[in-house]
């Protein structure tokens, strides 16, 4: 969903495909899901009760045995961690400017999207069972961008805060490291 195309034109959203895998996933959700997670307090002895919170998977539906039990995380959650990739590459990579503004693009699309698919999302779970719908939430806004997209600050905190956090898992676009690298050679006549 993060489509690299051009060289000129270093990344861009396919918002399309984003939405209709989104339209995908809740249309599963409802077929698919079997169980809901239920919160309960119970009591570890009869003597003293201190209520211990516990999270149970009840059936939503018969479920033969050795089946998968199968319970939706939330098309939030899966945009989230798509969102987290464009931001770490922003983040850590030291991407180009037309690169920076694509991927802040791309973050900003996929909390486009997030709204856009609530009511939907609510409704596939309330029909499945799986969670009330209430617990249906878009994706938080990430703050404006801009100190992460236009400052080369070294003592930029909240730049600093994200590359720790985003150290280990990133991959930086192998064409932006090596770009210099890789001039062609001058043919031989």
Known sequence: MLTSWHSRVPLAADVE????????YIARI???????????EMCETDDACDP??????VATRPIPAGAELRYTYGVEWWLAQLRRAALAQLVTCRPSP????????VIRSIER??????????KAVGLAG??????????EPLPP????LYV?????????????????????????MYAQEFVAAPSEA
């Open 98 to 105: 037309a690169r920076a503004a694509a991927l802040a693009s």
């Open 152 to 176: 080369d600050d070294e003592e930029n905190w909240r730049r600093a805060i994200l590359q720790e956090e985003f150290a280990s898992a990133v991959e930086c676009p192998v064409e932006d």
């Open 145 to 148: 961008l801009d100190d992460l």
């Open 52 to 57: 211990v919170p516990r999270v149970f998977a």
């Open 17 to 24: 495909r984003i939405e209709r895998v989104v339209r995908a």
């Open 130 to 139: 799986s969670m009330p719908r209430a617990f249906v939430s878009p994706l």
């Open 30 to 40: 409802e077929t698919r899901n079997n169980v809901a997670l239920c919160q309960a």
């Open 113 to 122: 999207v997030s709204v856009e698919a609530l009511d939907a999302q609510a």
